[in-house]
């Protein structure tokens, strides 16, 4: 897997991240906004931003002191192409030993 889509998978693995990219879909926060609601220290909760950013899932506007983050949901784009390459795979494959079993089963007799 590329190295790209291993980090958005990482970040999107923990349910505070998920949460946090949830809160930003709709509309840009501060740091301490996000903060808030994760009843967590603000230095903890920069960890979990910066996975998110690393992963390339969130943009930093900063103006004087004040951080704002938005949404980039654009990394999703390439995790969803991965997903889609391997749900055609398995879903062919389960296709495939239905067929197999549905053929190899003992025929009933009128």
Same mark, same amino acid.
């Given at each position: $897997?590329?190295? !790209?889509?291993?980090?958005?998978? !990482?970040?999107?693995?923990?349910?505070?991240?998920?949460? @946090?990219?949830?809160?930003?879909?709709?509309?840009? =926060?501060?740091?301490?906004?996000?903060?808030?609601?994760?009843? $967590? =220290?603000?230095?903890?909760?920069? %960890?979990?931003?910066?996975?998110?950013?690393? !992963?390339?899932?969130?943009?930093?506007? @900063?103006?004087?002191?004040?951080?704002?983050? %938005?949404?980039?949901? %654009?990394?999703?784009?390439?995790?969803?192409?991965? @997903?889609?390459?391997?749900?055609?795979?398995?879903?062919? =494959?389960?296709?495939?030993?239905? %067929?197999?079993?549905?053929? =190899? !089963?003992?025929?009933?007799?009128?």
């Amino acid at each position: $897997m590329e190295p !790209a889509v291993d980090a958005v998978f !990482a970040a999107l693995a923990d349910p505070t991240r998920r949460g @946090i990219l949830e809160r930003l879909r709709t509309r840009e =926060s501060t740091v301490c906004e996000l903060a808030q609601p994760l009843r $967590m =220290s603000l230095p903890a909760a920069s %960890k979990h931003l910066r996975v998110l950013e690393k !992963a390339g899932l969130l943009r930093r506007r @900063i103006e004087g002191r004040n951080h704002y983050l %938005k949404a980039n949901l %654009k990394p999703l784009d390439q995790a969803e192409r991965w @997903i889609a390459r391997h749900r055609q795979f398995w879903e062919g =494959s389960f296709d495939r030993l239905e %067929k197999l079993l549905n053929d =190899s !089963a003992p025929k009933e007799q009128p």
